[in-house]
């Protein structure tokens, strides 16, 4: 079964880079799927960040596509974020999750919260 | 870009209702939607996939219908674990391109 576990600082000040790792157990992300960030703003909906396949091909939010980096580890079975230029609206719980290209984002991590703040 | 914009977005309803929560794009995305359950401090649950298909293990008192831009999100009989926030998604066709809809929380009346 497959799991997945965000991590990364808590606290990030603005202006700088928020970097975030997703580690993933019970399935190589090179056998396929894509692989993709959301995040949440407190009180706030969904919102889809990027997608990345295990070749490293990668499809951004165009509003974040400017401050945004998807990168993907094989060798440890982890995905990365790294989102640049931060501000307090980028405050958010972040969740990275599997996604299938026929149904949907069928496997997520419990998310993490990241809060920008001086 | 596609708008995906969901109704109502609050909805109360009592245990043993029918609900009907409905999403609608804003371009034709035949059948490439999906629906989500978020609890409280949870991560997203997927219910729903193209449009209509039940996610496995997902309870048969949920069902989903549309194509094109109208979709629709049905619990025939609400149970005390359905009460939750419900996101409607849709997917750029063989893409992994998303946007969410803003979400409806479904409440006890």
């Known amino acids: 079964q497959v799991q997945l576990q965000e991590s990364g600082p808590g606290l990030v000040k603005p202006s700088e880079t928020l970097s975030l790792t997703c580690t993933v157990s019970?399935?190589?992300?090179?056998?396929?799927?894509?692989w993709v960030w959301i995040r949440q703003a407190p009180g706030k909906g969904l919102e889809w960040i990027g997608s990345?396949?295990?070749?490293?091909?990668?499809y951004y939010n165009p509003s974040l596509k400017s401050r945004l980096t998807i990168l993907v580890d094989t060798s440890n079975n982890q995905f990365s974020l790294q989102l640049s230029s931060v501000t307090a609206t980028d405050t958010a719980v972040y969740y990275c999750a599997r996604a299938s290209e026929l149904t949907g984002f069928d496997s997520w991590g419990q998310g993490t919260l990241v809060a920008v703040s001086s | 870009d596609i708008q995906m914009t969901q109704s109502p977005s609050t909805l109360s309803a009592s245990v043993g209702d029918r609900v009907t929560i409905t999403c609608r794009a804003s371009q034709r995305i035949d059948n490439w939607l999906a629906w989500y359950q978020q609890k409280p401090g949870k991560a997203p649950k997927l219910l729903i996939y193209k449009a209509s298909r039940l996610e496995s293990g997902v309870p048969s008192r949920f069902s989903a219908s549309g194509s094109g831009t109208e979709f629709a999100l049905t619990i025939s009989s609400l149970q005390p674990d359905d009460f939750a926030t419900y996101y409607c998604k849709q997917q750029n066709a063989y893409s992994p391109v998303y946007t969410f809809g803003q979400g409806t929380k479904l409440e006890i009346k």
């Open positions: 019970g399935y190589s992300i090179s056998r396929g799927y894509y």
């Open positions: 990345m396949f295990h070749s490293g091909s990668t």
